[in-house]
């Protein structure tokens, strides 16, 4: 058994798993899409080979000019016996072929909300998470999708808070006064992992890579002045998004996420969204309130596995 990255004379092969879609990500048009755009590459997609037979394909997913993938995409098997061992080994290999220091992988499965009451996909579901958690992603995160289309109506703008624009080192620093008590995991786990002014630097030049236009980031005040909180609509692949929005600790309670995230809805709707998307925590429950409060619904959930904090 020979694990390796693909080359093109594998393309036939890769595309006919593609078409067994379990609860893959990756569809042929994403394929092709993400190919061409640079998220999907050569050198990020594994199979495990056996006399020259392909038995297994991992399609990890990273942004373009990454120098190594951020999320798994996709496992499939060709073979006939359990496929958990043949995955795990694939995870490793790919983790292994990171440096220690590059931020942990992670794998994401994007489901509908009633997911659970569907015997298919957690028959599919339930093998790969076996063998992500074999290979080390052992922590568990679940996290509501939101969606905002023009048909919802826009939110009311704030009438409290004026919104400025500011240079990175601002927002450096309010990302790490906002990610004092936080209940979104993932930031816990870059904290744990690189410090608080570490997570914040990382998590700045992450949404600065992303397809969303730098100049859309507001600092928010109240009347008397006061630095409230931060809105950084953005965009991904799949289009607008909400990024990122925070309120200062001491501030806290007073509905000011609302505000912020009503800001960010009116920034990218005068852009032209047609949708807007937005994730939180199953256990973010006032952000969760303050998206159904502002008109957005929830479509579905994206389960995310990844490795403990350190």
């Not at 609509?233 to 501030?251: K, T």
């Amino acid at each position: 058994m020979t694990i390796r990255t693909t080359v093109e004379a594998d393309l036939d092969t890769i595309l006919s798993l593609i078409e067994q879609k379990s609860v893959n990500t990756v569809t042929l048009d994403r394929y092709g899409e993400y190919v061409a755009d640079g998220y999907y590459r050569d050198d990020w997609t594994w199979v495990v080979e056996e006399d020259g037979r392909i038995l297994a394909l991992a399609i990890w997913w990273g942004a373009p000019g990454d120098a190594h993938p951020y999320s798994i995409d996709g496992l499939y098997y060709a073979g006939d016996g359990d496929p958990v061992p043949v995955w795990t080994a694939l995870i490793e290999h790919a983790v292994k072929a990171r440096p220690a220091d590059a931020e942990p992988p992670e794998y994401h499965f994007f489901l509908n909300s009633d997911w659970r009451d569907q015997p298919d996909v957690v028959a599919a579901l339930e093998p790969r998470s076996q063998a992500a958690a074999a290979a080390g992603l052992t922590e568990i995160t679940d996290r509501l999708r939101y969606e905002w289309k023009p048909a919802y109506g826009l939110p009311p703008r704030s009438t409290r808070l004026r919104f400025e624009p500011a240079d990175d080192e601002a927002f450096v620093d309010v990302f790490m006064r906002v990610s004092e008590g936080s209940l979104d995991a993932a930031t816990a786990r870059e904290i744990a992992r690189l410090g608080v002014e570490g997570a914040a630097r990382e998590e700045l030049d992450m949404y600065k890579s992303m397809p969303g236009d730098r100049s859309w980031w507001r600092l928010g005040y109240d009347a008397d002045g006061k630095l409230i909180g931060f809105a950084m609509p953005s965009a991904n692949a799949g289009g607008p998004v909400v990024g990122y929005l925070g309120v200062l600790p001491e501030q806290r309670g007073h509905g000011y996420s609302d505000d912020l995230l009503a800001e960010i809805t009116h920034l990218l709707a005068e852009t032209g969204a047609e949708h807007i998307r937005a994730d939180t925590d199953f256990g973010n429950v006032p952000m969760a309130k303050s998206f159904e409060r502002l008109g957005y619904r929830n479509f579905a959930v994206r389960r995310v596995l990844s490795f403990p904090e350190v």
